[in-house]
């Protein structure tokens, strides 16, 4: 577990042997568990690292399970570079897709931060992120779209 500088957020990350499986976000009651792994170390500390530069390659092993739409879209995700944002749509028509189905995909991503969903937004809006529209995650899109725009800023 890893906290964050966002109030009351921790990030939860479940492993698979060597392999990053899912990213959680937390509330500030989460017990936390030691990594098994060397190579769990690392993703904790690049995460770590994230949180205090959003520039910070995010290079890990991962396990990305999904249907080949979501994996293109999680791929094409991964391509939006820190303090940029696109929005459904756009990215919809990179894929010859539809706005909807994207934020589908989006919303099963098991991956925040290392997929980074919060970086597409609505035509008119942050959009959704984790499968909400309003209060606690639309909160954290926000702050990372926002801590990420210091690599724009810097």
Known sequence: MIATPVPR????????????VGVDFLGGEATPQLPKS???RCMIKQLQHYFVDPAADL??????EGTAFQQRVWKAMRQIPPGKTL???ELA???GSSARAVGSACRTNHLPLVIPCHRVVAKSGLGGFMGQTRGAGL????WLLEHEQRVNDG
Request: aromatic residues 6%.
């Open 139 to 142: 909160t954290l899109k926000q």
């Open 59 to 64: 290079d890990m092993a991962l396990q990305i």
């Open 9 to 20: 957020v921790k990030v939860g990350l479940r492993f698979a042997g060597e392999r990053l």
């Open 38 to 40: 060397s190579a769990q």
């Open 87 to 89: 929005t459904y749509g």
């Open 93 to 95: 028509r990179r894929l």
